[in-house]
């Protein structure tokens, strides 16, 4: 079983940075394809970033592409989600998703993930 605690988050002017991390146990990082998704109030759970198995590819959603950065850290077991320029849309609560499989018809919806963190909130104030 995998367990993933996010922290990070916060309150942050429009135009600022904030870097969300994602703390695993249960498995290695590296072992795992890990995710952030985010959830703005009355929308639905959206797709912001994810980091390969291997580490070597990192994919964004255009909303985010340019702005935020995803990284791990496997001494530490942790993954990040640097996110710099931000705006009042980018207000939401931000999740940390975690599988073990290999495949996936569709990296970019919530089914394709095992595990969830309990989420922590970020908002952007104008």
């Known amino acids: 079983q995998v367990q993933l605690v996010e922290s990070g988050g916060g309150l942050v002017q429009a135009g600022g940075s904030l870097r969300l991390s994602c703390a695993a146990s249960?498995?290695?990082?590296?072992?795992?394809?890990m995710g952030w998704f985010r959830q703005a109030p009355g929308k639905e759970r959206e797709f912001a970033a994810r980091i390969s198995r291997t580490g070597s590819t990192t994919y964004y959603a255009d909303s985010v592409k340019g702005r935020f950065t995803i990284s791990r850290d496997s001494a530490k077991n942790t993954v990040h989600l640097q996110m710099n320029n931000v705006k009042p849309e980018d207000t939401a609560i931000y999740y940390c998703?975690?599988?073990?499989?290999?495949?996936?018809?569709?990296?970019?919806?919530?089914?394709?993930?095992?595990?969830w963190g309990q989420g922590t909130q970020v908002t952007v104030s104008s």
């Open positions: 998703a975690a599988t073990g499989r290999f495949y996936a018809s569709n990296w970019y919806v919530a089914d394709a993930y095992d595990y």
């Open positions: 249960g498995r290695t990082v590296s072992s795992l394809t």
